[in-house]
DNA sequence: GCGTTTCGGTACGCCGACGTATCGATGAGT
DNA sequence: ACTCATCGATACGTCGGCGTACCGAAACGC
């Protein structure tokens, strides 16, 4: 009964009035996520991410229950694949593309990363986030790229290089901030798929 | 006077004389590690370090003055090449065996430079004994390798793939675990240089 | 406009870990 | 064999963050 519910964002439950907005929330999002982003998961505290928002701490609890859950939250509701549209038509372009993608996300994303490192040991709902959030979205794309290359016949299906570029990508975004000190770029990014990937699979320029 | 001390381990240090051995320390050392890799850094408690070595907490405060020193000087003990005396004469070969000896030490290595990657961000003597136990030795004595071969000619040394090599085969160690759930052991980095590495130097297989 | 719900602010209890202090026991040096 | 520093054990103080409870105030539904 009573199902004349007309367009709320939820359907259902009548009595339900947060005074939350989505964008209020997406700044709680942000905020907790920078936090993490500068400190690591374990300094982030409830209280500082309510002081940068200005909001009660009583409020952030009243959204989610505990600490876990309100980051795993924000990393769900930061969801989005950067690969997203890329599809030239040229395998070489669109790893170009994506290396490029990549590395303007590099920064921030590989900080995020390190940062929760630790704690995904301990939190398999972190875990399952963290990867939804910034791992699977993206190699899916990836090998979506690879996989319509393939098809295209710009290389063998069996090239045995093709397995380990999502690795290879993945690895040297994250690997460059420890070995060389600096983030890695999308100059950076672009110029290593062009000398070490796009080589191994016989898409050498001119 | 009665500078006549014939061979402790401290030359001088007239009343010195802890009871723990080198021994023990290294024990301390081990469990330390140990915890980090399983739980994480924030996790480990000194009071677990001393229960899983049946010691006394204050011992450890004796020797070191708080935890991330203690730590740190853990990692500073375990320190050591995982490549040293890789010297077959032959680049490729070299390779494959320092991506052996990589993927041998690969779970554990990944796994505690996993836990510490976040406490390293607010304790840089942490970071620094990071730095100095798992990364340089192991990029010094790759880069190392790498400038034998390209001395022998075996690689131009304008070769825009060299300068990422390092990058490609720390990075990939630490992906893979993340990307597909299980360690990058010795058969999965062999392979992937083969496929992926020596391609790109023109190191190509019969 | 009025009631009710949620908001921001704050004070509180709780717990766990750090680091210190104390105490008998033990083992090394003379 | 004697002495004394160090050991293992444990109790304690301290601190900080989690999560809860309570308060006036503001805003939404009717």
């Known amino acids: 009964m009573t199902s004349q519910a007309a367009d709320g964002p939820e359907t259902v439950a009548a009595t339900r009035r947060s005074k939350i907005t989505p964008e209020r929330e997406q700044e709680f999002f942000d905020a907790v996520l920078e936090q993490v982003r ?25 959204q989610w229950k505990t600490k876990p859950q309100f980051v795993a939250a924000a ?21 170009r593309e994506a290396a490029r993608a990549a590395g303007a996300w590099s920064a921030k994303d590989t900080r995020l990363f390190q940062a929760l490192g630790h704690a995904v040991m301990e939190d398999p709902e972190l875990k399952k986030a963290l990867r939804e959030a910034l791992i699977d979205p993206e190699i899916d794309a990836l090998r979506q790229i690879l996989r319509r290359g393939v098809e295209r016949g710009e290389v063998a299906a069996d090239n045995p290089a093709l ?11 994250r690997a460059r901030p420890v070995l060389e000190g600096e983030d890695a770029d999308p100059e950076y990014i672009v110029r290593f798929v062009e000398a070490a990937v796009l080589p191994t699979l016989g898409l050498t320029e001119t």
Not at 41 to 52: C, L, Q
């Open 75 to 95: 990393l769900r509701a930061s969801r989005q694949s950067r690969f997203d549209g890329i599809d030239s038509g040229s395998l070489a372009d669109d790893l």
């Open 38 to 62: 500068a400190c690591g998961y374990d300094s982030v505290t409830m209280e500082g991410v309510a002081a940068s928002t200005r909001c009660s701490k009583a409020t952030l609890y009243r």
């Open 163 to 173: 397995e380990y570029i999502p690795a290879q990508i993945f690895g040297v975004l």
